[in-house]
């Protein structure tokens, strides 16, 4: 954690990502994170860092970032030095202050992948806009991804009385991860675990009117969005790798709970996009005319991405 430190600018202003800054009350980083407890205080709120955690505000980032760049002027040039330096420095703050399994962040799987997929969509967007990174600072973010998707692999959101969205954003994550990783054994039984979890996920959370099996609007709109996201990753993929993750065999694969691996498996197809389609159609007929959505069912205001 020093080491990853030393490479932050000087003059960047360190985020404290335990803190519910609403409250004022902070939970610890040197406590192993199944061990930390939340609910238990009156007005405090473990959503506030578990959602500041989650680091979508960095796709945000880059999106300005593309948006400076097309301005070609001399500000514009110096906003993308800044947006990329507080990019790479908070990046680095988070893994130097949230050691993978410790703090309140590594408490709960779905914000874990969120997090990871938010990286490596900031991170591409980054560099398909020109950005270069050092490659001390790529070395650690691909490792800080590899611990994230053995984090996820190890701490399935998988219940013997059932799933939910919670499952879903952990192979939807864990799908962003592995893509971003070099083709190794492992990156690619990730891979192909990822797609055979969102293939079947779709089919058995979404019903056959579209609907959500949760009997949430809102989770409705998160988990299509999440099974969109991993769906059309996989569709995006180059076919070669993902034709060969799907085809290999991993004996070395483990999650917990234990799921297991049925290879060779088909990339997303028709029935895939057909499931997504309804879907989509219904969260049409759910949406007022305003851009809202008529409130059935839980809600948090959960993302997957926030552009």
Not at 5 to 34: A, N
Not at 51 to 65: C, N, T
Not at 69 to 93: G, K
Request: a negative charge; glycine letters at 6%.
């Amino acid at each position: 954690s020093r080491a990853i430190w030393q490479l932050i600018d000087g003059e960047y202003q360190p985020i404290d990502w335990q803190l519910d800054f609403k409250s004022g009350y902070r939970w610890r980083e040197d406590c192993w994170s199944p061990d930390i407890p939340f609910g238990e205080k009156d007005g405090v709120d473990v959503k506030v860092p578990w959602e500041l955690a989650r680091m979508q505000h960095l796709v945000i980032l880059s999106l300005a970032d593309a948006l400076a760049r097309a301005e070609r002027t001399s500000d514009a040039e110096t906003a993308e030095t800044e947006l990329q330096r507080s990019f790479r420095n908070q990046v680095l703050d988070f893994i130097a202050t949230n050691p993978p399994n410790f703090g309140v962040n590594w408490r709960c799987s779905m914000d874990v992948a969120i997090r990871a997929a938010n990286w490596v969509v900031a991170y591409g967007l980054f560099r398909a806009n020109g950005a270069r990174f050092d490659a001390p600072f790529e070395k650690i973010l691909t490792q800080s991804l590899i611990d994230h998707g053995r984090h996820i692999t190890t701490h399935l959101e998988f219940y013997p009385e059932g799933r939910s969205n919670h499952y879903l954003a952990d192979i939807a994550g864990l799908a962003f991860i592995a893509a971003s990783l070099p083709a190794t054994n492992e990156a690619n039984s990730w891979l192909a675990f990822a797609a055979q979890e969102i293939q079947g996920e779709t089919q058995f959370q979404f019903n056959e009117d579209g609907s959500n099996f949760e009997g949430s609007t809102s989770y409705h709109c998160l988990s299509l969005e999440m099974t969109t996201a991993a769906t059309a990753l996989l569709a995006g993929m180059d076919t070669g790798r993902l034709s060969a993750a799907l085809t290999a065999r991993y004996p070395d694969f483990r999650s917990r709970p234990t799921r297991r691996l049925s290879l060779p498996l088909a990339p997303p197809g028709p029935e895939q996009a057909a499931t997504l389609i309804r879907g989509a159609e219904f969260a049409t007929h759910i949406t007022k005319p305003d851009g809202r959505i008529a409130q059935i069912g839980d809600n948090d205001d959960g993302r997957f991405f926030v552009p």
